[in-house]
């Protein structure tokens, strides 16, 4: 079957750096997504990997490797609206995305 | 730029019931796929719309079924609501066929959608 792991929740300082890992498999890979959900409201994509490294857009940054099945999303200069839930999805052979549990980012001051 | 509107944002249903739930598309965008999503948990991919033919589905049962008009608005029709059909319904429109390659989703809020 096919299976997105992330942790559930995770604890950050104001300021600091996060890094959410995502580990995957799934029948085929035609690109890997991350996602931030905040309470009540709809996913907004924040960054999209295809090829192995890291892509780097502003606060975050996110890398891939596909020999591992394995992503993370790195955050920077945690901000107290960073609190949110960052959705991992995997976009399989069929084009479809496949989604792991979210992780729960809490930033404290 | 208009984003993507779900409508109705809450309803409550009772067992065996039917529900229509409606989105219109971000402008540009001429695909349209509807996820699941229960509480603490991500979204799981229902079906996706293009040319107003479904052209992807996930496992889901027929008394989950959609359209897709003209405008490439689209509806999801679930009959003979369950208890476990309680969740978020969430729309998201993309542009299939571009030259970018990544296809990114733009999510709708959402109808929560509550069977007893």
């Known amino acids: 079957g096919q299976n997105i792991d992330q942790p559930t929740e995770m604890t950050a300082t104001e300021g600091a750096i996060v890094q959410i890992n995502c580990t995957y498999q799934t029948s085929g890979f035609n690109g890997l997504f991350w996602y931030q959900q905040h309470a009540g409201e709809a996913p907004t994509f924040l960054s999209y990997n295809v090829l192995d490294g890291l892509e780097e857009k502003g606060r975050f940054s996110s890398f891939l490797s596909r020999s591992k099945g394995y992503s993370y999303l790195l955050l920077k200069e945690l901000q107290m609206k960073d609190s949110a839930s960052c959705l991992c999805a995997v976009r399989d052979s069929n084009y479809q995305l496949i989604w792991g549990a979210g992780t729960k980012l809490i930033i404290k001051p | 730029e208009t984003g993507v509107t779900q409508s109705p944002t809450h309803l409550i249903k009772t067992r065996g019931q039917q529900v229509t739930l409606r989105c219109s598309s971000q402008s540009g965008h001429n695909t349209v796929s509807w996820y699941q999503q229960a509480l603490g948990q991500g979204p799981q991919f229902i079906f996706q719309?293009?040319?107003?033919?479904?052209?992807g589905r996930g496992n889901f049962p027929p008394r989950f079924s959609g359209l897709q008009f003209p405008n490439y608005s689209s509806e999801l029709n679930v009959n003979a609501l369950e208890l476990d059909d309680s969740a978020l319904y969430l729309c998201a429109s993309s542009l299939e066929g571009s030259s970018s390659g990544a296809n990114v989703l733009t999510f709708g809020a959402g109808s929560r959608l509550t069977v007893l």
């Open positions: 719309y293009y040319r107003e033919e479904e052209n």
